[in-house]
């Protein structure tokens, strides 16, 4: 018979934390959020596309906290010359904001910097000739830019925080 009770036991034991603890709590994010952000800044097309889908759908990863404003290419143009660099600006934003967030920005800038040339280039792909290297030429104008000042613009934003 103490088999028979054990079972019960073990399951009720198992599930009171989670009555105790709600799982939609507002302090905490989910555990796997470190895991998430990893995923959708990666330099391959399938975690831009991972991250393009969750930021139509935010509403979806609302536990996870994740800030997804952006001010696109900051100062300079979101489309130079006509090429529709937006969408991989405001990713890059998305990784510089959300690894700030966590402390975790400087371990992780080379890669977001690198996702955003890869997205860059990704735009380029759908050009050719004298159009397609323009566009290559403004995508490594604009990693550079941020591969060179992006940490500098960081540790302004760190020190207006702290001010």
Known sequence: MRRRYTVP????ALALPAVLVPAGSASAAPADKLQVLSSWTQTSASSYNAWYAARQNQGQWAAYGFN???DYCSSSPDNPFGFPFQNACARHDFGYRNYKAV???SANKARID???YEDLKRVCS???GA?????NSTAWTYYHAVDIFGLKGADKAADAKVA
């Open 9 to 12: 036991l073990t399951v009720a």
């Open 131 to 135: 159009t397609k290297t323009a566009c």
């Open 68 to 70: 997804w404003s952006t």
């Open 103 to 105: 402390g975790a920005f």
């Open 126 to 128: 759908r050009y050719s």
């Open 114 to 116: 690198s996702a955003f």
